[in-house]
């Protein structure tokens, strides 16, 4: 079974993702916050990160970062309403990010994409 971290301190979205990817079969780890994001890739061995960008501690752009250093080969989708903003959504697909989903989203279109980067 493929586990899926979800960092997103928005208490309502995580649970809207998780409650989704959960009925794909999925496991998945919900934290709330940049630092158990970090303390999260190195524990649970998750084999997809998705991650919102503005957060408590650490942003999602830190997350990324640190991903990519010590987890190269986990694939990361990037959950935000920051679309507007193109140079944060730039930032990170130049980091390695494998998708960015703008809030608001639809949890089927985001499943959809979750099974398409775990294939």
Do not use: C, W
């Not at 959960?22 to 998705?50: C, F, H, M, R, S």
């Amino acid at each position: 079974m493929k586990k899926i971290l979800i960092i997103e301190d928005d208490l309502l979205i995580s649970s809207l993702v998780q409650f989704r990817l959960n009925k794909d079969g999925y496991q998945t780890i919900v934290v709330k916050d940049g630092n158990e994001g970090i303390e999260a890739i190195n524990t649970k061995d998750p084999d997809l990160i998705i991650t919102d960008v503005m957060m408590p501690f650490r942003s999602g752009i830190e997350i990324i970062h640190y991903a990519r250093k010590n987890k190269p080969d986990v694939p990361v989708i990037v959950l935000s309403s920051l679309g507007e903003e193109e140079e944060v959504v730039l930032e990170a697909f130049n980091l390695g990010v494998v998708d960015f989903v703008p809030k608001p989203f639809n949890p089927n279109e985001l499943a959809i994409r979750v099974r398409r980067v775990l294939k």
